[in-house]
């Protein structure tokens, strides 16, 4: 009867294989991201960054020096980015494991699925506006 008790204590102290995560909601999600730059990754590749500034605003880059600002809502469960310049809301769901936060794009019938590679306390490089000769 012990062994079946201290097997019982090993088992429940295992982490939750196999569970789904449920989708942040937008509390958790400003808790988790704000003042924060975080590097997301897509199939191996980095993909891009953005930075977490309060009032729910943000900064985008495709790791490119071009940043778009930015402010993010929630909207049925999912996280939405409005970026200046494009009007279309960009919605995603996100989850967050042990190794950071995992976004699916909810617009998408293939469901392109992001992941965070990084959070570094540093700005990110954005290239001031081109100018011409």
């Known amino acids: 009867m012990r062994l079946v008790m201290i097997l019982f204590a090993m088992v429940m102290s295992l982490p939750l294989i196999g569970r789904t995560a449920e989708p942040l909601g937008a509390e958790a999600f400003d808790q988790y991201t704000r003042g924060k730059t975080l590097f997301y990754g897509f199939d191996g590749t980095a993909y891009g960054v953005e930075r977490y500034l309060p009032g729910r605003r943000v900064i985008w880059s495709f ?49 392109t699925e992001l992941y965070e590679s990084g959070d570094i306390d540093e700005e990110m490089l954005c290239l001031g506006p081109e100018v011409g000769v």
């Open 63 to 111: 790791l490119d020096g071009q940043c778009q600002e930015g402010r993010w809502y929630e909207d049925a469960g999912q996280i939405c980015f409005v970026y200046e310049g494009n009007s279309t809301p960009q919605c995603w769901s996100f989850l967050l494991s042990p190794e950071g936060l995992t976004a699916r794009f909810q617009n998408d019938p293939q469901a």
